[in-house]
Every structure is written in C-alpha cells, then in structure tokens.
C-alpha cells in the first residue's frame, strides 16, 4: 500500500484504484503463495527473501516516482541518494530478487536514456545496484559453497533452455490463480477509460513480462540445477501476480 500511494499520480482515481489492486494482491499472496511457512511464519525466509522482495517493489516504486512525478530539485536529489544507497544494498540480498530487479530497472533505464534524457541521473541507482549485486556474486562464500556441494554448473545456454521452460511450467502450474485475475478486471477497465495511453505492443510487453519472471529463475537453475526452494518459489509467484 505504501509502495503503490508513493508511486501513483496525485488523481483520485489512480489513489483509489492503486490501493484496490494492492489488497487484492496481498489476498493472492496469502492464499496461493507456494509455502506460506516460508514466506511468513519461517524468520529466514520471511525476511531474507518475503522482506526483500517488499524492499525490491518500495524502490522501484521510488524510482517511478523520481521519473514520473515532479518534485521539487531538492527533494528529487535527495530521493535519489536514498535510492541508491537503498538499491547497492538490496544488490547483496537473495539473488532471485536481485536479478530481477536489475531486469526491471533495466527496462526502466532504456526508456529514460531514449525518451525522458532530462532523467538521465537514472543510471546512479542503476549502477550502485550492479555493484552490490557483482559484489555478492564475486563474494568468497559463493566460491566455499560451490566447492562444498561438488557439482558442475550448467553452461549459459543450457541455463537458459532450462529457465525458459521451468518458466512456462510454473506459469500455468496453479490455474486458481487466473480465476482470481478477474478481479481485477472492473479496476483495470476503470484505469484504462480514464487514461490516454495507447497499448500498441501488447505482444512485446507480454515477452517483456516473462523475461522478468524468468530472471528470478536463472540463479538457481545455473547455480544449482533446479528452480529452488520454496522460499524462492515464493517470490516468482510474487513477481508472476505482478507481470
């Protein structure tokens, strides 16, 4: 709720709407979450990576924030501090979120550099996310437990091969969750009549959509050869609902 009443435009309407689309993903996220166990009621998992994931949606809705809305310089500048020093910090955390949160920003950061150049500064948050994230990947640990569990990784492309189809397998792995996708309809239709936005790519963004899902599947399935535990199955049903 605070992540969509930070983001959304000043209208009523998108106020109203936002919070409605916000409650209606929390009950999808109790209700159909693979391990509620270990999304909530485990300490680990809830915070290292049911938090984080949070902590992942509150930063990007900052920077949509920062790019869309228009604040004063003082408080855009400021903003953008906090968003980077927040954004090198979530780089060190599960490499699910990460990764996919470097996919979003990535989008999110070709758009500004082509269409909105007076938001340039964009690459600063970008770059203190790769840090952190390069950082983590290069720590020793990863090195210790890699040796530890005595096992060949894949090869990119095989990673890949693999992450595409664990995908579509998890997509359509619980059909509950597209009956419950129409609720959603009276506040889409809502928005949609309100706005001028002319969705000439549904296409493109329906493949844009699944690399961001597949993202979050990409490090185990390299790392370890499966899509991983159900605390890491909990944030792609997360990011699934989202896109």
Known sequence: VCSSQHAAPDSSLFKVASTCCVLLLSCLFLLLMPSISEGIFWY?????????????????AGLLSWVFISKAPKKRNILLVFLCIGLFLL??????????????????????LFFRKDRRAILLPFLCLLAGYGLAVLAPGN???????????????????????????????????YIFLLLFLPIAVAIVQQTNVEYRHPLLALLLSFL??????MP?????????PYRL??????????F
């Open 212 to 217: 961001v899902v597949a993202a979050g599947f």
């Open 44 to 60: 680990t998992g809830g915070i290292s990576y049911a938090f984080m994931f949070c902590y992942s949606v509150l930063l990007c």
């Open 91 to 112: 780089g060190g955390t599960n490499f699910s979120t990460s990764t996919i949160t470097i996919v979003l920003l990535g989008y999110l950061t070709l758009y500004v």
């Open 143 to 177: 090195t210790n437990r890699f040796i530890a569990e005595n096992f060949e990784r894949y090869t990119l492309p095989v990673a890949f091969f693999y992450t595409f189809r664990d995908t579509l397998s998890f997509i359509f792995r619980d059909m509950r969750f």
């Open 233 to 242: 199955l909990n944030i792609q049903f997360f990011i699934t609902c989202f």
């Open 220 to 228: 185990p399935v390299y790392a370890e050869h499966f899509v991983g």
